[in-house]
């Protein structure tokens, strides 16, 4: 196993006194610009903002033979750049992901690195080894463009994409430019992911966020991590699918702002 070299898009950056640092995570097959940036420039305002992206994904070099503990490592190394530039190495720093850019957040939280987590969209353990198994099988065969279709239904919840078609085209764009042996490893890792027994071991806040009708991770995975966790909050976002950063751009950074401010939830 390797650390990925992880790289992505910084908003406002400054170490400016009383400005929180806050990592955000991806999912699979999206970039951090066309996942996050609507909601990342709203959280600008209060905070020093780097998203970050999965190997072979928007700016981060292809990656091969990596686990989501890698990943978090990579986060990790990423996060520790910003620190420096901050002044505030070592410190812990906020982070929300969604998908898998969740289950990397969770192995963070789980190895003390964070001051807290919003878990959006996310699972301990997301799928199963034999479905990651064949899609990655799948890509390699037939490139990322094979899952754009499958993804156009999965990620968006009802009316979306007629509402919001050029978010919705950029998304999947991004899938499309994703490098295959990287999806496939991502896929891999995902596979070997499974924390549901170490949730206890988290001790900061945890804001576990559901989309309503979210068709590849299911609420009950959010509603365990809740509940397991030693400090955790659920809200559910109606009519919201598994992008909740693209698809409710404004209500996430509300939650997230909520979320470090002490205030985890909805009024």
């Not at 410190?91 to 969740?102: K, M, N």
């Amino acid at each position: 196993m390797a650390i990925p070299e992880l790289s992505g898009v910084e908003y406002a950056v400054t170490g400016a006194r009383g400005r929180p640092l806050l990592v955000l995570g991806p999912s699979l097959g999206t970039s951090a610009a066309t996942l996050w940036e609507p909601a990342a420039r709203v959280l600008a305002e209060r905070f020093d903002v780097v998203a970050w992206d999965l190997p072979g994904h928007g700016t981060s070099r292809p990656a091969t033979g990596f686990s989501m503990a890698d990943l978090a490592d990579g986060v990790e190394a990423l996060a520790a750049r910003a620190r420096e530039v901050r002044g505030d190495p070592g410190a812990p720093y906020w982070y929300a992901g969604d998908s898998v850019g969740g289950c990397v957040g969770l192995q963070l939280a789980i190895t003390g690195r964070l001051a807290g987590l919003a878990a959006i969209a996310t699972g301990a353990r997301v799928g199963d080894p034999a479905g990651w198994a064949d899609r990655a099988a799948q890509v390699r065969a037939s490139g990322t463009a094979s899952m754009v279709e499958g993804s156009a239904q999965r990620w968006f919840g009802p009316g979306f994409a007629d509402r919001e078609p050029g978010v919705a085209d950029a998304l999947l764009t991004a899938l499309r430019d994703v490098d295959d042996e990287s999806y496939a490893a991502v896929c891999e890792a995902l596979g070997g992911f499974d924390v549901r027994d170490r949730l206890s071991e988290i001790d900061v806040p945890v804001l576990a966020v559901a989309g309503e009708a979210d068709a590849a991770v299911g609420a009950e995975q959010l509603t365990l991590i809740a509940e397991r966790v030693r400090r955790g909050t659920l809200v559910t976002l109606p009519g919201v699918g598994h992008l909740p950063p693209a698809e409710a751009p404004e209500r996430t950074a509300e939650l997230i702002t909520r979320l470090v401010a002490g205030r985890p939830g909805a009024d």
